[in-house]
């Protein structure tokens, strides 16, 4: 089954029942086992890879990549998640407890490992770093002898940024848009916002301690400045011109492919209602779900650091440009 081309395998798999949109792949020698399977539109899953499960949900535009294992009685995984090359999901001690929750956006390093015994669970736009261990089952000497043996979910909120070589052991809470120092590890809950190192990870900072605050005119250059390396790059890369005009209220960047004589225009404004049907555009404040709805019907191409989101349609430039912000740790969710 392993060797078959990708499409008789999602034709095959279709005929078990399982619901498979348009665009996915699996790669060569990778096989799912589920009695359940559902995988959204154009998500991928590289060569070597296996997934074993009761139950397997998978939403959009997933990546999961070469040589990863992923096992536990259930797997939901959202939508934009990145599953990065060696890392493993796999129940320790199988149970009907044992389910791994990933949500939208996040991106799972590579070398990292992740025993869902019981229940792991992944907020949205979250980071599991490179060599990172999360554990829910700690035992090996015997409780009879007076050992400690436990199992405990694990929960990591939304944002949060785990970095490399982090240990994190059953029963551990950690709370939306907490940052956890490399190397730490973590023993007990982390609250919402905290900035947590060492072994045992301890708070050293609260939110309010350490993030700092932008005004919108400040903000407003940074995006500049990302736009012009984001057009850099293009440049250096994929042999495109660019140029930005300033003369008007706000910065328009032209990028010309000369080699399919296609060209694109971006701008950057503060407000939805100063855009410009024909341009993409990224919008500083929030952008209202009515227009949301019109753009996304027009076909326009937007991102908006306010609502946190972006346009369904992303044509080549936009696609690029999505993947660039992440540099930044600016996340957009998708239609």
């Not at 997934?51 to 939901?76: L, M, P």
């Not at 493993?88 to 799972?108: A, C, E, G, N």
């Not at 990292?112 to 907020?123: A, L, N, Q, T």
Request: aromatic share 10%; charged share 25%.
């Amino acid at each position: 089954m392993g060797l078959l081309p990708s499409p008789i395998k999602v034709w095959w798999y279709k005929l078990k029942g399982a619901r498979i949109g348009p665009g996915v792949s699996i790669g060569l020698c990778s096989i799912i086992s589920a009695n359940s399977m559902e995988i959204d539109a154009d998500t991928s899953i590289g060569m070597f890879s296996y997934i074993s499960s009761a139950g397997v949900k998978i939403g959009k535009r997933t990546a999961i990549r070469s040589f990863i294992a992923i096992e536990a009685q259930e797997v939901i995984i959202g939508n934009d998640v990145t599953i990065s090359e060696m890392a493993l999901i796999r129940t320790l001690v199988p149970s009907p407890k044992s389910q791994i929750v990933i949500h939208d956006r996040v991106h799972i390093f590579p070398f990292s490992i992740i025993d869902p015994s019981r229940k792991v669970e992944i907020g949205e736009e979250s980071s599991v770093g490179y060599d990172t261990y999360i554990f829910t089952h700690g035992a090996y000497k015997s409780k009879l002898d007076g050992y400690p043996v436990e199992f405990g979910e694990v929960h990591i909120g939304k944002r949060v940024w785990i970095p490399s070589r982090v240990f994190i052991m059953p029963s551990v809470r950690i709370g939306d848009d907490a940052v956890v120092g490399s190397g730490a590890l973590v023993n007990r809950d982390i609250p919402s916002g905290a900035l947590a190192v060492g072994v045992p990870a301890k708070v050293i900072k609260t939110k309010e301690q350490y993030v700092i605050r932008y005004s919108d005119e400040e903000k407003l250059d940074m995006l500049t400045d990302i736009l012009d390396e984001f057009c850099q790059h293009l440049q250096d890369y994929a042999r495109v011109a660019w140029q930005r005009e300033s003369g008007g209220e706000y910065p328009l960047w032209r990028v010309s492919v000369p080699k399919i004589q296609k060209s694109f225009e971006l701008e950057l404004i503060v407000s939805a209602s100063s855009a410009t049907t024909n341009r993409a555009s990224v919008v500083l404040e929030s952008v209202p779900a009515e227009m949301q709805r019109s753009w996304n019907l027009d076909g326009k191409v937007w991102f908006s650091i306010g609502s946190r989101c972006c346009s369904e349609y992303l044509d080549d430039l936009g696609e690029e440009l999505r993947e660039f912000f992440r540099r930044y740790g600016l996340y957009f969710a998708r239609p």
